[in-house]
């Protein structure tokens, strides 16, 4: 489905990010990590077979130049580049009384500024190819929990991003996925196991947590060519949880 295409996916040494690089790899693609800890550097290559379609490129998503810099080498590498994918991410769920400023900050410039450099940037080379862009959201979005202001407002605000690059990057293609919990245990390389109870899986209305492969697999999808008539959407997938009422 992607073979010779080039797909380039921020935040992508481990989590949902790693599994997204895994599956389009599979596919046939090129893909470059464009990820800021390069401690992953080698885990998420051996991860991936250290096939010689995948590169990793040290990249502070919310620096500006290093964006630019990874956009370039994405595009130089094959020659063509066919899709983003901003996946990168932080929150500081301090309580608004005791988060600064500056914590502020630092949380948008990563997960909203990072996919605004990322369009920026990759605008010219994607029109070339017909590509597309895809930024990750979160049901968080949608609702919230106490003290997640600046992760909420920043994945909310990629919601608005995605139809309006939708608008003007056409007929480069825009949409965004909002994710609900997702177990990355298996895509992590610390060894963490997240301990799960039933009801963890059966407060969810399809009866269970969410996985990586979940969201990797409506990823490949929207920048896929089978997607073609789809721009400016947000597709959440939290197994139904946004939808049920709960009363406590």
């Not at 250290?50 to 490129?57: H, K, L, T």
């Not at 370039?72 to 094959?78: D, F, P, S």
């Not at 932080?90 to 608004?96: G, Y």
């Amino acid at each position: 489905m992607f073979t010779n295409k080039t797909v380039l996916i921020t935040g992508a040494g481990q989590g949902i990010g790693l599994c997204i690089a895994y599956c389009f790899l599979q596919a046939g693609a090129h893909v470059v990590l464009a990820e800021k800890n390069e401690q992953l550097r080698d885990p998420a290559l051996k991860r991936l077979g250290n096939a010689p379609r995948a590169r990793f490129v040290p990249t502070d998503i919310a620096v500006e130049n290093e964006v630019e810099s990874a956009i370039q080498k994405a595009q130089q590498w094959t020659g063509r580049l066919d899709a983003v994918i901003h996946n990168a991410a932080i929150a500081d769920n301090r309580p608004i009384e005791q988060l600064t400023y500056r914590q502020w900050q630092e949380v948008l410039n990563t997960n909203l500024s990072g996919a605004f450099l990322c369009a920026k940037y990759a605008a010219a080379s994607l029109k070339e190819t017909n590509g597309s862009i895809l930024l990750m959201a979160s049901t968080r979005a949608l609702m919230s929990e106490p003290h997640t202001e600046a992760y909420s407002a920043s994945k909310a605000a990629l919601v608005g991003l995605t139809h309006a690059l939708a608008m003007s990057l056409a007929p480069v293609r825009v949409n965004c996925i909002s994710p609900g919990w997702i177990v990355t245990d298996h895509w992590r390389h610390d060894g963490v196991v997240t301990p799960l109870t039933t009801q963890d899986h059966t407060q969810h209305p399809v009866g269970r947590v969410g996985r990586p492969e979940d969201i990797a697999e409506m990823a490949m999808y929207l920048c896929s060519g089978k997607a073609g008539f789809i721009t400016g959407q947000n597709i959440v997938i939290d197994g139904g949880m946004i939808k049920k009422m709960i009363y406590c």
